[in-house]
């Protein structure tokens, strides 16, 4: 039998069930919600911090079974042949599951809807005719305002039924978006589904151009390692790492619609800033210097400079009797402390320790029975802390820092075979700041600040990180995230056709590489879902120029007339251009943003305040009142909307520092489009878009 849509239809029995189960499943899901709420724990925590964590525990129970109207709680259904992790009895039928974001139980704990996470569910995502993996029946459903108004059948193991792609599932895909991202349960596509499935052991990075998900696919496969190692990751910690506040914005609402609120999100530059305050700003050539790995060992190199050969003994004072060690054995000490590469703090603190362990055993060989707080007591002496703070003093990352980037001498010193005269020259401050307080650090010098740190103390490593749009990173940017990763593991996400900072990665290989993670998988993503086929084939026209060798996204989705290409007679009827191309938009459903050159923002704002449009920022969520966004070109990665007006393409590639960069950020700009594309110019368009 072929696959069919049945639409909403009174008298279509199998829809009046489906509907029927949808409401005794929001109705059981209300219970679960009911029974954490009714819970009373004051005769089960001893104190007062037991109760507040228990409330909190139970706070959170409470928020991940919200009942979201406009989500629907279950989006499929699988008809398994048998029994799932049974024999079929004679005569026996196979199991049916609804397939959702979250479990849902009945009164006697039965399942009413499985979670999208579970084994059982994973044949909703890969079973084909091909392989149909035990499943006879997958049913998909298609919802209007939360309402169930449809569904659609692929009988898997008919022979007769032809193949055809999903009319819900696209549907789903093409469907408006207003508000924030959402999550992809319904829609994810089996080489997504493997990768969100991937093992929490191992670091994945994924290639994948504009509309291929990748971005999804790195939120999905965090919600997917919190299913299937909660406990491990509770003790651990997750992070998302995207690249600006505006797009943690745009994507913060998916793990939460997936019942995960516990996941942090930050930006690189929150990880590294903790403690400086970013004030100040490079020259590319010189932000390009600071981010190179070379760094890192020009860093160590200073570090361990601190480290001073012993001169002189040490002779601790303890009633009458006098102990010392002498030079040679705080030699030996030292030479061990360098030898076994420790941490240059952990070292520190290890040395008062060494020396008076030495004493001690000079106590014991004269009859005496000193026990551990002599010990102690003989490294907090007066004279070990002295002979400690000469050999080997304590260190302050940011003054550190501070003395490379403004001491010639000391630079020169510990950059020598590393960093030519002229490299040393671009990154020494031509007014070097007075103290910590007073200098207005740079982003990148945040960045060394952080990895010195770390030669100083281990960074706290979390169980698995997420890093988005990752081929923009410099070298010391990629280790500032390994160290918060180190025991961990990773999925790192990112194009290296839309690399927009002159520090951005040219391979994948060198990126794990200063990760360290050079083992990871890379799996690459060609399949585009988001962006119209037409719109995809004129951006990917830049890629020889941009990424030479790198696949183009083949898009799965047709959409004639999806695409505009219209010259302006003269720069003065720009703007006038622009907020008709912004008004006809406006005409259909969804989010409209229209993304210009940095420097013409300002223009086009006033341009649209004057014919009464009010836009939103990059970041503001979207409302069905106010669905049009200002977009600088600079902001607009990661984001999507479904119509885009693009002003002046020649403005977005002059308005970045090499032609190159400026045509990456047009091919950012050019596919951020899911439904339709409007590309305005009043000058030539660039040779490869011509």
Not at 259 to 272: H, S
Not at 462 to 474: C, F, N, P, T
Not at 555 to 570: H, K, N, Q, T
Not at 582 to 593: A, P, Q
Request: net charge negative.
């Amino acid at each position: 039998m072929p696959a069919h849509v049945a639409e909403s239809d009174s008298t279509t029995d199998p829809l009046a069930h489906e509907r029927a189960h949808l409401a005794a499943s929001r109705a059981a899901l209300r219970a679960m919600r009911e029974d954490v709420q009714a819970l009373d724990i004051r005769d089960v925590t001893a104190n007062w911090v037991n109760a507040a964590v228990l409330q909190a525990q139970i706070d959170d129970r409470i928020k991940a079974l919200a009942d979201l109207s406009h989500t629907p709680l279950f989006f499929g259904r699988l008809d398994y042949l048998h029994p799932v992790g049974g024999e079929l009895a004679e005569g026996a039928e196979g199991e049916q599951f609804y397939i959702g974001r979250r479990h849902v139980h009945d009164a006697v704990g039965d399942p009413m809807v499985i979670d999208w996470r579970a084994p059982v569910s994973q044949p909703y995502y890969q079973a084909s005719p091909k392989n149909p993996q035990d499943v006879g029946l997958r049913r998909r459903f298609g919802y209007t305002g939360g309402e169930l108004t449809a569904y659609e059948d692929e009988h898997l193991t008919d022979p007769t039924e032809a193949v055809r792609t999903s009319r819900l599932l696209q549907t789903e895909i093409e469907r408006p978006r207003v508000g924030p991202m959402r999550d992809i349960v319904a829609t994810i596509q089996p080489e997504q589904d493997e990768i969100v499935r991937s093992d929490l052991g191992g670091t994945v990075c994924v290639q994948g151009g504009p509309g291929t998900g990748k971005t999804a696919v790195g939120l999905h496969r965090v919600a997917y390692l919190l299913y299937a190692h909660r406990d491990r990751l509770a003790r651990t910690g997750t992070l998302v790492i995207g690249p600006n506040r505006s797009f943690l914005h745009y994507i913060e609402q998916v793990l939460p619609a997936l019942g995960e609120l516990e996941v942090k999100q930050a930006t690189v530059d929150d990880l590294v800033t903790a403690h400086v305050e970013v004030r100040g700003t490079d020259e590319a050539a010189a932000a390009v210097i600071k981010g190179d790995a070379r760094m890192a060992q020009v860093l160590r190199r200073a570090i361990r400079s601190h480290v001073t050969p012993p001169t002189e003994p040490v002779v601790v004072v303890r009633g009458s009797r006098r102990w010392r060690v002498p030079v040679y054995e705080l030699a030996e000490m030292v030479d061990e402390l360098l030898a076994r590469d420790m941490r240059y703090g952990a070292a520190h603190e290890a040395l008062p320790q060494r020396i008076a362990h030495s004493v001690l055993v000079r106590m014991e060989e004269a009859g005496e029975a000193p026990d551990d707080r002599v010990q102690n007591a003989v490294a907090r002496n007066p004279s070990v802390k002295a002979a400690v703070k000469a050999i080997w003093p304590a260190v302050d990352p940011a003054k550190l820092v501070l003395r490379l980037l403004s001491d010639a001498e000391f630079l020169a010193a510990h950059a020598e075979g590393l960093l030519s005269e002229d490299e040393q020259k671009r990154i020494l401050w031509a007014k070097p700041a007075r103290s910590v307080k007073s200098v207005k650090w740079s982003a990148a010098d945040a960045v060394l600040i952080d990895e010195a740190g770390d030669l100083v103390a281990r960074t706290h490593s979390l169980g698995h990180v997420v890093l988005d749009e990752a081929q923009d990173l410099s070298p010391m940017q990629y280790r500032a995230v390994g160290r918060r990763c180190s025991t961990g593991s990773a999925t790192v996400l990112g194009d290296l056709a839309q690399g927009t900072t002159p520090w951005s990665t040219e391979s994948w290989a060198q990126a794990l590489f200063h990760l360290g993670k050079a083992d990871a998988v890379v799996e690459e993503l060609t399949a585009g879902f988001r962006v119209p086929r037409e719109v995809i084939a004129y951006a990917s026209r830049l890629l020889p120029e941009i990424s030479p060798g790198l696949a183009a996204v083949e898009s799965v989705r047709e959409s004639p007339g999806s695409l505009v290409v219209r010259e302006v007679a003269g720069a003065d009827a720009l703007d006038t251009a622009v907020v008709a191309a912004c008004e006809e938009s406006l005409g259909h459903e969804g989010s409209i943003g229209l993304i210009a050159a940095d420097a013409r923002i300002p223009a086009l704002a006033e341009a649209l305040t004057a014919a009464g449009h009010p836009y939103l920022s990059p970041g503001e969520e979207t409302t069905a009142e106010s669905r049009l966004t200002l977009v600088p070109a600079s902001l607009a990665k990661g984001l999507e909307y479904d119509y885009v007006v693009l002003d002046e393409p020649a403005a977005v590639v002059d308005g970045e520092p090499d032609e190159r960069t400026g045509l990456r950020r047009l091919y950012v700009a050019l596919t951020r489009a899911v439904s339709g594309l409007t590309v305005l110019h009043a000058v030539g368009l660039p040779g490869a878009l011509r």
